[in-house]
């Protein structure tokens, strides 16, 4: 991973290289062509005069040739590298999935180099002892809030469902997500479960709204009821954190479109 970001930041280095390089080279061809231009009427005639001089003496006359400053070379286009780039000066959110503190704790020193990077921890099950660098260093958890059975992989053996509320009460900014599955959960009920295990009730309810829309530069358009975002909205007949409560109407950029 940092070797990746290494790289990624190195090509952007190389982007903005050649830029100042192009411009370079294209101020000092213009310039060599208004010299051109300015001196081509004396230019011809000296060569007019070498010409008919070399003729004279029955010499073969040679053209002089024009040494043009060789042009910047474009760096090939790579998109990974480019991504990657991006991440290291920050421009986008890097989530990186982690669960074992040997494994967190490496990953933070490691990539403590990059002071711009927007690190998102995903997972963090053994997270909770290093809340003190996260809220410091303002790394987000992305959790999972889930009950597990004994034959859960050993990764989440430390698996707790009050783990968001502990993280969120030492100041760390928790988001929910239903860890990667592909039967995507009912992210509420998740919630509910963080609540019911500690958590404040407007903390899991930001976690499931304003702070994934921060984390991914969309609070612009996403994440509250206001005006200028987009309307995509469900309203239930009850407390979106009560389990028991029924969607009433789905609303996509403001119109019903599930009644």
């Given amino acids: 991973l940092v070797g990746a970001l290494d790289k990624g930041k190195k090509y952007r280095e190389g982007r903005v290289k050649f830029d100042k390089d192009l411009e370079t080279w294209l101020k000092a061809i213009a310039e060599k062509l208004t010299t051109l231009e300015k001196d081509f009427k004396k230019a011809k005639k000296e060569r007019e005069k070498e010409e008919k001089e070399a003729k004279e003496k029955g010499k073969e006359f040679k053209e002089k040739s024009y040494k043009e400053d060789k042009k910047p070379r474009r760096p ?6 480019e991504a990657m780039g991006r991440a290291a000066d920050g421009e986008l959110p890097l989530v990186v999935e982690v669960h074992r503190a040997a494994e967190i704790r490496r990953l933070l020193e490691k990539t403590a180099e990059f002071p711009r990077l927007r690190l998102v921890i995903a997972g963090g099950t053994e997270v909770l002892g290093f809340a003190e660098e996260l809220v410091e260093r303002s ?88 005006p200028g975002r987009a309307a995509d909205v469900l309203v239930l007949d009850g407390d979106p954190l009560d389990t028991t409560a029924q969607i009433r109407f789905v609303l996509a950029r403001g119109k019903v479109v599930v009644p």
């Avoid at 239903?178 to 998740?190: K, V």
Wanted: proline letters at 6%; glycine letters at 8%; aromatic letters at 4%.
């Fill in 139 to 226: 790394i987000p958890v992305i959790l999972w809030p889930v009950p597990m059975g004994a034959a859960r992989p050993d990764e989440y053996d430390e698996h707790d469902l009050a783990l968001a509320g502990e993280l969120a009460r030492a100041g760390v900014t928790v988001a929910f997500g239903n860890g990667g599955q592909r039967d995507a959960r009912e992210l509420r009920n998740l919630a509910a479960l963080a609540v019911a295990h500690g958590m404040e009730r407007e903390a899991a309810l930001a976690a499931l709204t304003s702070v994934p829309a921060e984390l991914f530069d969309a609070s612009d358009r996403l994440g509250a009821l206001a």
């Fill in 76 to 81: 090939r286009p790579d998109q990974n590298d």
